[in-house]
């Protein structure tokens, strides 16, 4: 349902009523935390060939993507959000209106990781980049890459990952 304000308008002595639209534009800055976005399965395979097991929320869209992890409140430790790039390219992202610390995992054209942001600083307007291009960029629960040993190099597979390489030119 979207929110309407109703503004009132006097003309030759009518008062007349227009609906106005007082949702937050789809280029407009974030205000609130975002619906949960469609899952998709992620698993990481260390070199000992441990596997950890993900389900998290895939950002489609331009506006998923400005958005992310933006005002929630907590990621759970099985999940995440992956954000899949059109094209190779450096992936630049910032903790602006993030509540919760995320470690922040980038993955190379091999679907390896190619480097790891751990408790990126909530509500930091520092860039977090990945120092290169990436097919894809990985938030978790911050402080979950030490604890299950993830580190660069770890293999990252989801159909995220499949489908896109599928569209690609």
Same mark, same amino acid.
């Given at each position: ?50 596997? @950890?097991?993900? $389900? ?7 506006? #998923?993507? &400005?958005? +992310? ?57 520092? @860039?977090?980049? $990945? ?7 990985? #938030?978790? &629960?911050? +402080? ?26």
């Amino acid at each position: 349902m979207t929110p309407v304000r109703i503004v009132g308008a006097c003309l030759s002595g009518l008062l007349l009523f227009a609906p106005v639209i007082t949702q937050a534009q789809e280029t407009g800055e974030p205000t609130q935390a975002q619906a949960e976005l469609p899952k998709v399965a992620l698993t990481i395979t260390g070199h000992d060939n441990v596997r @950890h097991v993900f $389900s998290v929320e895939k950002a489609s869209t331009p506006r #998923e993507q &400005q958005v +992310g992890e933006m005002y929630r409140k907590s990621v759970p430790a099985d999940g995440g959000m992956i954000f899949v790039w059109s094209y190779p390219r450096p992936s630049e992202m910032w903790m602006q209106h993030t509540l919760v610390p995320l470690d922040i995992v980038f993955i190379g054209m091999d679907n390896r990781i190619s480097s790891i942001v751990e408790n990126a600083v909530p509500l930091s307007l520092a @860039h977090i980049s $990945s120092q290169g291009p990436v097919r894809a960029t990985l #938030e978790l &629960q911050g +402080g979950l890459t030490e604890k299950l040993g993830i580190v660069v190099g770890d293999k990252v597979e989801t159909p995220a990952l499949t489908d896109a390489k599928k569209v690609s030119p």
